[in-house]
Structure formats: C-alpha cells, structure tokens
C-alpha cells in the first residue's frame, strides 16, 4: 500500500462533457430539435416554441467544428479518456425513426478519429439531458413505456456502429434528477411541482428497464463492453444529531439510491415498494421487465459529485440555493459563486458508501467548480486564466479520491467536469467556467470563440504526469 501515490495504475484521468453544451450546429447534419434547443435559459427557466435566438447552446462552444482543435488540447493536458455524449436527435432526429441518420453518425466517428490519434479512450454517454423534442412532445417523454423501444433502438445502433472503438458506455446522465427536472431529464412535460407520483415512478421505472435492456445489448454486441450508470452523488448530511433529522437525510439519500440499488441489484428495494405504497402508485413492471432488470445490472457506477448536503425535520432554516435536490444548507462550508456548497470530504465519503453498498467499481465522471474567470494577459502576452481558486478546489477533492482508494474503494478514473467552457446545464450561462480551457464566449452570445490555457491546464498535465503525485 503506498499511501503517498494511491492511484493505480492505468487511472483513467480526463475530462467530461455533453453534447448540448458543446456541440452547437443544432440544426446541422439533420439533427432535429432536442429538449435543450428550446429551454434557453436551462433547467429552471421557461421553454419556448422553436429554437430561439437567445439560446447559446444553438452554437455553444461550436465543438461540432473545432472537435480536432480541442481534442488536441486534451492531448496535451495529458488525456487518458475523454466523456462526452452523443445527442440522440443528431442519430434519430425525431426519436421514433427506424433507420439512423448516417451524417449524425459520421460525426461521432470523426471525433473517435480524433481520440485514436492520440490514444485517448472515450466514455459515451447515450442519453446527456437531451431527449429529441419529438419524443417529449409526441409521447411525454419517457412517461411512456413507448421510448424503451426507441431508447434500444438508438443504443443498438451505436454499439453496432462504435463497439470496436469505445469500449466505456454510460446509459442515462443523472438518472435520479429525472423526478427534479422532468423535462430536462425526462422530455416530460409537467413541471416537477406538479409531475403526478405516477407518472414520476413510472418514468424512473421505464428509464432504469431501457438501461438494463441497453446493458443486454451491448453485451451481446460485445461482452466486453462495460455499461455503467449514472447517479448525481450528493450525501445528506443529518443537520442535527436529533435521530429524526438522521431518519430525514436517511430517507433524502434513499431517494437517490433506489435508482442505483436497482441499476446494481436488479430490484426494487423494499423501501422504494413502501415509498410506492403510500403514494398510492401502482408501476406497471412485467415479468419482461423484471427479468431484464435482474439479468443486467451495470459493470460499474459512475457519478458526478459537486455538493452534499443537509436534512433535518426542522422547517425554518435556510434552503440552499444552488442545490439541486433540495435539502439544506450546512453551516460549516463555504458555496461558490453559484451557492453550491464546497465540500471535498463528501467526495471520500460518497465514493465510501457507494462502494460499501455496491461493491461495484466506480467513476467520477464529474467534479468541477463553476466559476467566473478573468481573462489576463500571460507572460508571453497570450490571454490565461489564474485560476488559482480551481486548482484548489480540484486538488481538495481529488486529494479525497486519493484518500479514498487508500481506503480500498475502487475508483477507475476522474473526469473533471467541463474540462473545456461550455454552456451550464441549470442556467445555460457560459460566464459559469468550468474548464481548463478559456474559451471566448459571453452570456451575451458575443466573443471570436478562442480557446485559451488556463493556468489549471498546467496543473493538470502535471497531476496526471505524476499519476496524481503532484497533489
Ligand atoms: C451536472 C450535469 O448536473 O452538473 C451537467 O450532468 C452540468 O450537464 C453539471 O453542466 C454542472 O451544472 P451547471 O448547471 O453548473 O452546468
């Protein structure tokens, strides 16, 4: 065991993405029209009739052209892997097509092209937050038992297609934030205040079945694909040591577990079945439907991680305001800019509880902080970014992925979030940065669209120079 270089060999180091927030040429290639293309002001905002105007992730950071030019950039930063996901509607443009679209196919070979050149593996996400607008309209989304069909249909066509070349598959980005934003994550029209019980669970139920089915095709296709989930890791911390706020962030954690029990386990637990109980909802789960789920659990979990946070029974205290799964604030840490609370030890003790309740191997496909950046002048007079306050937050939490392999969890890799600007998912603002990679873009639509080094691109080449020495 050698505590000071816990990082095994052959960890998976990169970056991650989604194709909404990169791609842009949302209507090129015949792409048809996503949920993203009309929520132009993100996950909160209103949605609108047709693309409009005001929506930058219509163009967001253009990678559908300048792929080769960032690829090269993670190339250089050291890339092991690179996550990004495939928009469904550049493949199916409406959803419920038979034959895939081959331009929308073209173009994901032309970026495995890229990645091969340089000997970067890719990690796919299938579904990234961008069900085809068709869908949602058309069927509600994945309230209907209907999109499974579809759902398959468009993963086989990329197995089939990609198999040989991308061997790491992710089927449904946060698949627990589909009962928080319905339309985002689900194409589901009704807003989560007023999305029926029914129609949640079903939903959830429909997505984790066409997960299961996804994992079965693919290993199939290939048995040695490996097929892994998706959960929005937050823990929920007890505010106070009153066993009822324990019982509280219990139940909270629980909400984001079953979907991971069942991804792992190939069953509900029986806290969901009461859960179900006493909201009065009857799933319509057939025998079809439980066998595939039991037959097909996934190779590995992966996770993104940017906040824990509180529960208690107390009703007035204050609820945080960036979290996404509601709860509330925890008076010892400190938020961003955007109030998402900081906390790196959360990361050790999600990755420890994962790997204790699943003994599955794990991946941190996300972890970043969203941040405004000032571009400067560097000392050879090209534009940089001292961002120092990202390299801290990077290395606080990746010193507690070290910490948590020396506690014997499994981790496969770390993809940092965003790891080039790219428009936000809650908010759709590109002032919110991520990356190690400027680019030149304004919430105002405005900016020549320039990559520019940030000083954390150095620090990451040399973190996984050093396989993770250097923090
Ligand atoms: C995750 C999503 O919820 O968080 C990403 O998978 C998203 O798509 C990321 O971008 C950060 O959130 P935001 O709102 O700051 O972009």
């Not at 050698?2 to 060999?9: D, I, K, R, Y």
């Not at 048809?32 to 949605?47: E, H, I």
């Not at 990645?115 to 890719?122: A, D, S």
């Not at 800019?337 to 991946?363: A, M, S, T, Y």
Request: glycine share 10%.
């Amino acid at each position: 065991d050698n505590l000071a270089q816990p990082f095994p060999e052959g960890f998976l180091w990169g970056g991650a993405t989604a194709a909404n927030q990169i791609e842009g040429a949302h209507d090129v290639g015949g792409k048809g029209l996503s949920v993203q293309d009309v929520t132009p002001k993100g996950v909160a905002g209103p949605r609108t009739e047709v693309p409009t105007a005001d929506n930058l992730k219509l163009e967001a950071i253009d990678f559908y052209h300048r792929y080769a030019e960032d690829i090269a950039l993670f190339a250089e930063m050291g890339f092991k892997v690179f996550r990004f996901s495939i928009a469904w509607s550049r493949i199916f443009p409406n959803g419920d097509e038979t034959e895939p679209n081959e331009e929308g196919l073209a173009f994901y070979d032309r970026v495995l092209d890229e990645l091969e050149k340089y000997g970067i593996e890719p990690l796919v996400t299938l579904s990234h937050y961008e069900t085809p607008l068709h869908l949602a309209r058309e069927y509600n989304g994945w309230a209907s038992r209907k999109l499974i069909g579809f759902y398959e249909r468009y993963a086989r066509a990329l197995f089939e297609r990609y198999g040989k070349r991308v061997r790491y598959w992710l089927t449904f980005n946060e698949i627990n934030s589909l009962p928080h934003f319905p339309f985002i994550s689900g194409g589901i029209g009704a807003p989560a205040e007023e999305l029926s019980a029914q129609d949640r669970y079903q939903a959830m139920h429909h997505e984790l079945v066409a997960s299961a089915s996804a994992t079965r095709i693919a290993h199939e296709i290939d048995p040695g694909l490996k097929v892994g989930c998706m959960i929005l890791a937050a823990p929920f911390y007890p505010l106070t040591p009153d066993p009822r706020d324990v019982w509280a962030a219990k139940q909270a954690e629980r909400e984001n577990y079953a979907f991971g029990d069942v991804h792992c386990r190939g069953r509900y637990p029986g806290y969901f079945l009461r859960t179900l109980r006493e909201q009065g909802v009857e799933l319509e789960i057939t025998d079809e439907d439980r066998q595939v789920l039991r037959d097909n659990t996934v190779d590995f979990v992966s996770l993104s991680y940017y906040m824990s946070l509180c529960a208690t029974v107390t009703q007035d205290v204050e609820t945080s305001v960036g979290n996404l799964l509601g709860g509330v604030n925890n008076p010892t840490l400190q938020a961003s800019e955007w109030g998402w609370q900081i906390d790196p030890l959360g990361l050790r003790i999600v990755l420890n509880d994962f790997w204790d309740r699943w003994g599955k191997p794990l991946f941190i496909v996300e972890n970043g902080l969203g941040a405004v950046d000032e571009l400067v002048p560097g000392p050879d007079g090209t534009p940089t970014v001292e961002d120092d306050y990202r390299i801290a937050y990077l290395n606080d939490h990746l010193v507690q992925v070290a910490e948590a392999v020396s506690d014997g969890v499994d981790v496969m890799g770390y993809t940092s979030w965003g790891c080039i600007d790219l428009v936000s998912a809650s908010t759709a603002q590109m002032s919110k940065r991520y990356g190690f990679i400027y680019v030149d873009r304004n919430d105002d639509g405005t900016g020549t669209l320039e990559r520019y080094r940030k000083k954390s691109f150095d620090w990451y080449r040399e973190v996984i120079a050093g396989n993770g020495a250097s923090l």
